[in-house]
């Protein structure tokens, strides 16, 4: 049962009840975005993140299928795994970043390594954020919060305010 909890606070609250993300900006919808890790749970669960708030999401289980998809079409956004089978993350980030037709796309990195290293490495290497594993939901919408005021993706519009109605209907509260 203790796996169920995990879940959850993985994939946050889909209702938006006690919404810790309230007020975090979002980027357009159908932005896309590509997660790469081995792991087919976290591919799952970041993908259902991800799609949730209507990006459109391709993923990869490793560093050589990350490189072919993002050189056939650049997502918006990577999320990429350190540690991948062949190709490790270090590696896929330094391709793109000397790649001029890749290297202006952001990059978040993930781990669960509990080193600092990595994150400075991930840094030092041109990585545009890092987030250690186990995450939340919140750590993803606060990543992508980021990027957005950063301009470095484009920021959904605001939803129009809600209208007043003048007269109740249908003569209510006469």
């Known amino acids: ?41 976290i591919r799952t669960v970041l993908g259902r993140i991800l799609a949730q708030d209507g990006y459109a999401v391709q993923a990869a289980e490793n560093g050589e299928d990350a490189l072919e998809l993002i050189r056939a079409a650049p997502p918006a956004l990577v999320f990429l795994d350190i540690v991948l089978p062949g190709i490790n993350g270090f590696a896929v980030l330094r391709a793109l970043r000397h790649d001029p037709r890749t290297r202006h796309v952001p990059i978040v990195m993930i781990s669960g390594n509990p080193q600092a290293t990595e994150q400075f490495y991930a840094q030092r290497f041109g990585a545009d954020d890092f987030i250690r594993k186990p995450f939340a939901r919140a750590d993803i919408c606060a990543s992508i919060d980021t990027l957005v005021r950063a301009q470095r993706l484009p920021a959904r519009a605001a939803l129009p305010a809600q209208q007043v109605v003048a007269e109740p209907p249908n003569g209510l509260l006469a």
Request: glycine share 12%; hydrophobic share 45%; aromatic share 4%.
């Open 1 to 41: 049962m203790a796996g169920i909890g995990f879940f959850k606070r993985l994939l946050g609250n889909a209702q938006g009840m006690d919404d810790p993300e309230a007020g975090l900006l979002q980027a357009q919808a159908a932005t896309p975005m590509l997660v790469v890790d081995d792991s087919p749970t």
